[in-house]
């Protein structure tokens, strides 16, 4: 008989794993089931049932979800052991499945049906009893198979009363935590089945846009705004202050109001009072977003006098400043537009008597000259939010920071002594850190103190000194003598005039020490490039007059983008500063330009070969690679970059086959093309279900944006396969994940073939077919690039625009690493095994 855990106990090392051993073993009265959060190189979430003696074992890379639409890939894995039912901790490093396990949910399971027929043929429908999932689930295997003895099967809930759309309630977002503590769960599960009603009042949550009636989450990440250098364009923003204080959220379930930080500290018992006044609005359910501050004697928000209240513990005369509602009475409101947001807060302000609670009204003022006003009481600046945002819980180019000085954090690293009738300590030494982990010396800072300051700020740093120097070398411009050196622990708020050549700060000002943000976080503050101001960004190329690359650039200052102000000039440099970047995906590869004279409102026109007009710089193929016409044109320098920006290119296409193999492809493109209602988490979803198909079949791909609404995922291949191989492999991948997944995807073109869905287009794969190449502008308003990005990244941005030609010099400049560097060494055959388990057969 096969030693059911012969795979299991092969993958580990037991003197090194905490694992257990275990073995196979009699089953219990009640068939039992877990599920475990594991935070390996990927978090997935294993799900394991008892079956004939071990656990049957499959990993679920997004976690279960309770909508029947959401069919969700389960990886078959080798079985494990029943003692791994209890197991939760560390897995070492370099041992099998390396990473923190913990129990996300347990109870008992029961098969609706003979369970070993029905597992023999693919299709296994069971009930749940967890502690947070219940009713009725399938498992089903598919028709693709995986590499080895990894099957790739689907798990669906089932319809019944525990079911969920997906977009009213995430649970694996809603009850992320371990049920390892019980009272915990048992209180999250209350609230999931019984979300209290919103209090009867005249506006009803439930009749904004887009409220989903759900349970109160357990947490909310903040929405921040993004630093930007000048007020934007247009009529659709609304201004607040700038508060000098500390981000403020404030959970309300029932009588229990919980006040948390930016980073997630519970800070309830700190503010009492404002805990109390928060209360006594008898929300009932909701999520409020603020800020505490301290108002001085004209009514001006005071930092420093912020923190002498907690220093003192008197924190009497803190405010609350509320200026977001993103939950209310049981619905969610983060994807209802920030104005309704606004009208609802309002009403529920309005019965409130407390001094420590306000609501921050939105100004209806300009905003220059509410900025003026606000940098004339000396206040930090003004925020500005598009009225028709989303509450998104990151960072976002829809909230913007208008600064009157430059002002942010810095990590304090040591202190110089006293000169003259100073005591205590001259100044303070700061530092950022920077991409790589390392520290970065920004200068110093001495001015802002009183005597009471100094002390209190030179007792903190005696008991922080340490010997060793926190950077590589002794920053210019300090004398060891006079330098004492602190552990990196203590955040400095402060205020400077500018960032000189050298990065360091000019006239800064202390203005506190933060006590809600950790030194780790600190980062160099950057405005960010948008172009708000009808500019390029300061990172893009600098303009060296109108010739670049020796190529004279005629009407330079035509606007070719009205949406952002860049010019003809602008995409010049654009093209000079990415050549690098560029040029290594064009090489010896025939190239298509979209010419856009006039600009991106103008007349386009593709010009796939070189005729009588003359492109500075650029090089002509065989013409014996495409008879009957004028030659073929390829870029092979920065010259021609240029050269091809004068002539009124915007984008850049290419084909997969480069010159001399022109019938062999050297790559396959598969083009997600959604539906424009779409979110852009459904994008997300469906570039990382394609990619496990592509891993599935023993296929790297990599990622880009378009620079519009969708993704590109590139394969490599060896250029071993025609143009009609490789086009009909890659729509046999197409159309089974059409089949597998109908809810999301369509392998079918034609705008009716694609409503509520994404277009895998795989016609790009054509002998005369193109795509935008990586790093191309698109003609699109804002000048948006096509980017190669890693598969690690794809959480991480807001969409296929995510970059723009002002704001790509500068991701370049911080990019450690290249994440398509092994795209050139990559080289893939399509076998026959691969055809086999597409259903093409010896094709």
């Not at 290419?654 to 852009?680: C, E, K, Q, Y």
């Not at 795989?762 to 990005?789: D, F």
């Amino acid at each position: 008989m096969p030693d059911k855990l012969a795979t299991y106990h092969a993958k580990r090392n037991f003197s090194v794993t905490p694992e257990p051993r275990g073995a196979v073993a009699e089953p219990g009265e009640r068939l039992r089931f877990v599920i475990q959060k594991h935070h390996a190189r990927r978090l997935h979430y294993d799900f394991r049932l008892e079956f004939d003696g071990t656990l049957k074992s499959w990993a679920v890379p997004k976690g279960p979800s309770l909508d029947p639409a959401e069919k969700r890939l389960a990886v078959h894995v080798e079985d494990h052991p029943l003692d791994y039912m209890d197991f939760h901790g560390d897995i070492p490093e370099k041992q099998y499945g390396a990473g923190h396990v913990e129990v996300w949910d347990t109870g008992y399971w029961e098969p609706l049906g003979d369970p070993s027929a029905d597992y023999r043929k693919g299709k296994l429908k069971f009930r749940l009893d967890g502690e947070k999932l219940q009713g009725g689930w399938t498992l089903v295997r598919t028709r693709l198979q995986a590499s080895g003895d990894k099957e790739q099967w689907l798990l669906i809930k089932e319809q019944d009363e525990q079911a969920r759309a997906q977009r009213d309630y995430d649970i694996t977002e809603d009850m992320p935590h371990s049920v390892e503590a019980p009272e915990q769960a048992r209180q999250a599960r209350a609230r999931a089945r019984n979300p209290r009603p919103a209090p009867g009042t005249t506006l009803a949550p439930a009749k904004l846009t887009k409220a989903v009636k759900q349970p109160l989450p357990e947490t909310l990440r903040p929405q921040l705004a993004t630093l930007v250098e000048d007020i934007p364009r247009g009529a659709d923003w609304i201004y607040e202050v700038k508060f000098d204080g500390y981000r403020m959220l404030a959970r309300v379930d029932g009588a229990q109001v919980t006040l948390y930080t930016r980073d997630g500290n519970d800070w309830t018992a700190r503010l009492p009072g404002v805990a109390k006044a928060v209360k006594a609005l008898g929300l009932g359910s909701a999520w409020l977003d603020g800020e505490i501050v301290v108002l001085d004697a004209q009514g001006v928000p005071s930092f420093q006098l912020l923190q002498k209240a907690f220093d003192s513990r008197s924190t009497a005369d803190i405010v609350y400043f509320v200026f977001d509602l993103p939950y209310c009475g049981g619905y969610d409101l983060r994807n209802t537009p920030l104005i309704e947001r606004h009208a609802l807060l309002q009403q529920r302000m309005e019965k409130n008597a407390a001094p420590t609670l306000r609501y921050s009204a939105p100004i209806p003022q300009p905003p220059a000259s509410l900025l003026e006003s606000a940098c004339r009481l000396s206040m930090e600046g003004i925020i500005g939010k598009r009225a028709d945002s989303i509450y998104l819980g990151k960072r976002s180019p829809n909230w913007i920071k208008l600064k009157c000085r430059r002002r942010q954090e810095f990590v304090v690293v040591g202190y110089t002594e006293p000169q003259g009738a100073r005591q205590f300590f001259g100044a303070l030494l700061l530092a950022v850190y920077g991409e790589d982990g390392k520290l970065r010396y920004a200068g110093r800072v001495g001015t802002g103190f009183d005597g009471r300051l100094l002390a209190d700020l030179h007792g903190k740093l005696k008991s922080l000194e340490q010997d060793s120097l926190p950077f590589e070398r002794m920053p210019a411009g300090l004398r060891r003598g006079d330098t004492h050196w602190v552990k990196p622990q203590l955040v400095a708020e402060v205020s400077f005039a500018e960032w000189t050549a050298d990065h360091m700060l000019r006239q800064a000002v202390f203005h506190g020490l933060r006590k809600d943000k950790r030194a780790r976080e600190v980062r160099r503050e950057q405005a960010a490039a948008l172009p708000v101001n009808g500019k390029a960004d300061a990172a893009a190329p600098r303009a060296r007059g109108d010739t670049v690359q020796g190529v004279k650039i005629t009407h330079p200052d035509r606007v070719i983008d009205p949406h952002s102000g860049l010019t003809k000039l602008d995409l010049a440099l654009y093209y000079e500063a990415v050549a690098p970047w560029l040029l290594p995906y064009l090489e010896d590869r025939p190239v298509y330009l979209l010419r856009c004279p006039e600009g991106i409102q103008g007349e386009h026109f593709f010009q796939k070969h070189l005729s009588r007009v003359s492109v500075p710089g650029m090089r002509t193929l065989d013409p014996e690679l495409d008879p009957d016409h004028d030659p073929l044109m390829v870029i092979d320098d920065a010259r021609a970059l240029v050269g091809a920006a004068q002539m009124g290119t915007i984008e850049l296409h290419t084909g997969n086959a480069t010159a001399d193999r022109i019938d062999r492809p050297d790559h396959m493109v598969f083009d997600l093309d959604p539906d424009p209602s779409l979110p852009w988490q459904a994008m997300v979803e469906a570039a990382q279900l394609l990619k496990v198909m592509l891993d599935e079949l023993g296929l790297k791909g990599f990622l880009k944006t378009s620079g519009g609404k969708g993704l590109h995922v590139v394969v490599p291949l060896a250029r071993r396969q025609g143009w009609d191989e490789a086009a009909d492999f890659s729509l046999a991948i197409a159309q089974h994940m059409a089949r597998t997944l109908p809810r999301l995807f369509s392998a079918r073109m034609g705008e009716k073939n694609r409503v509520g869905k994404i277009f895998i287009d795989t016609l790009r794969n054509r002998r005369q077919a193109s795509t935008a190449s990586v790093y191309s502008v698109r003609a699109r308003p804002g000048l948006p690039v096509s980017v190669p990005i890693a598969w690690e990244e794809l959480h991480d941005i807001g969409g296929g625009g995510e970059w723009t030609i002002a704001t790509l010099p500068r991701r370049l400049q911080s990019l450690r690493d290249d994440p398509w560097r092994d795209f050139g060494r990559t080289r893939q055959s399509l076998t026959a095994a691969m055809k086999k388990r597409l259903g093409l057969g010896g094709k």
